[in-house]
């Protein structure tokens, strides 16, 4: 059975002081009992120090890097390593995000090393795929997604696959308030393990979470993982408020009863 797992994606959102007030009131607002569930927030790399205090605090809520290197150190500037992440106490690394892919030209090949130098350090990678609208609009979304992910999850040995986690975003609907219908995501979610079946075994590919992303919020979570190949959600805008986010968690908490 799979554990659902609610992540949040704060992207360039909530620097350090903001989210020391994020772990404050999520003490207060976050249901007590999220046993049934894998939680996680992740912040920028600035605020990860203080994600680690909260974490300490609240250990039920692990925290992530939105990218990592895919070096191990040495003159490589700008970048973190995943050495340096898990200093910080990060069980995970999202990595090839569609904003990494549009702005800064992130490719197959390199998410791929990210995700192998994050699975050698013991990082959970949440590793993103995605069509663009137009890539829907001519039916070649599933073509897309298809090349992604055997490009991010390439030479991967059955253990490392296991450990990964996707997510599943159609771009056309992050931060649009656009989200798929249960149904659109079901039937991209399915294919995907379908094609994680044929990299991995059947076997393998059950065990493997793949998250829905895109305009995630209380309102749609439910019926979204409702789907039975819909393993949680990457949340972006609805996991800036504790409020919210606490919402999520006890929607996939009582989801997982
Ligand atoms: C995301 O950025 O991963 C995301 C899904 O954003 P939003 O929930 O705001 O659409």
């Known amino acids: 059975m799979r554990k659902l797992l609610i992540a949040g994606n704060w992207?360039?959102?909530?620097?350090?002081?903001?989210?020391?007030q994020f772990f404050e009131a999520l003490a207060t607002s976050k249901p007590a009992d999220i046993s049934r569930i894998d939680a996680a927030v992740c912040p920028p790399?600035?605020?990860?120090?203080?994600?680690?205090?909260?974490?300490?605090?609240?250990?039920?809520?692990?925290?992530?890097?939105?990218?990592?290197?895919?070096?191990?150190?040495?003159a490589f500037t700008g970048?973190?390593?995943?050495?340096?992440?898990?200093?910080?106490?990060?069980?995970?690394?999202?990595?090839?995000?569609?904003e990494r892919r549009e702005y800064f030209g992130e490719t197959d090949a390199q998410i791929c090393k990210k995700n192998l130098k994050?699975?050698?350090?013991?990082?959970?990678?949440?590793?993103?795929?995605g069509e663009v609208l137009d890539q829907r609009k001519s039916e070649r979304h599933f073509k897309v997604?298809?090349?992604?992910?055997?490009?991010v999850m390439k030479g991967f040995s059955k253990e490392q696959a296991e450990k990964t986690v996707v997510a599943y975003e159609p771009v056309w609907a992050i931060g649009t308030g656009e989200t798929a219908t249960p149904d659109q995501?079901?039937?991209m979610?399915?294919?995907?393990?379908?094609?994680?079946?044929?990299?991995?075994?059947?076997?393998?590919?059950?065990?493997?979470?793949i998250l829905y992303g895109g305009s995630m919020k209380p309102g749609n979570a439910a019926e979204?993982?409702?789907?039975?190949?819909?393993d949680g959600g990457l949340i972006g805008g609805a996991s800036l408020k504790s409020d919210s986010y606490s919402e999520l968690l006890k929607i996939a908490q009582e989801k997982s009863g």
Do not use: W
Request: proline share 5%; net charge negative.
């Open 11 to 20: 992207k360039m959102n909530q620097g350090p002081e903001d989210t020391a």
């Open 45 to 74: 790399f600035i605020s990860l120090p203080e994600a680690k205090n909260g974490n300490a605090k609240l250990p039920d809520i692990a925290i992530g890097a939105q990218n990592v290197s895919s070096e191990e150190n040495g």
């Open 79 to 98: 970048e973190v390593s995943a050495t340096m992440l898990k200093e910080l106490n990060c069980d995970y690394a999202i990595t090839g995000h569609s």
């Open 118 to 129: 994050a699975l050698e350090h013991g990082l959970t990678p949440i590793t993103c795929v």
């Open 145 to 151: 997604v298809e090349e992604q992910l055997t490009g």
């Open 185 to 187: 995501a079901q039937e």
């Open 189 to 209: 979610h399915k294919f995907i393990r379908e094609i994680l079946g044929k990299m991995f075994g059947d076997q393998t590919a059950e065990k493997i979470r």
């Open 224 to 230: 979204l993982i409702d789907q039975p190949d819909v």
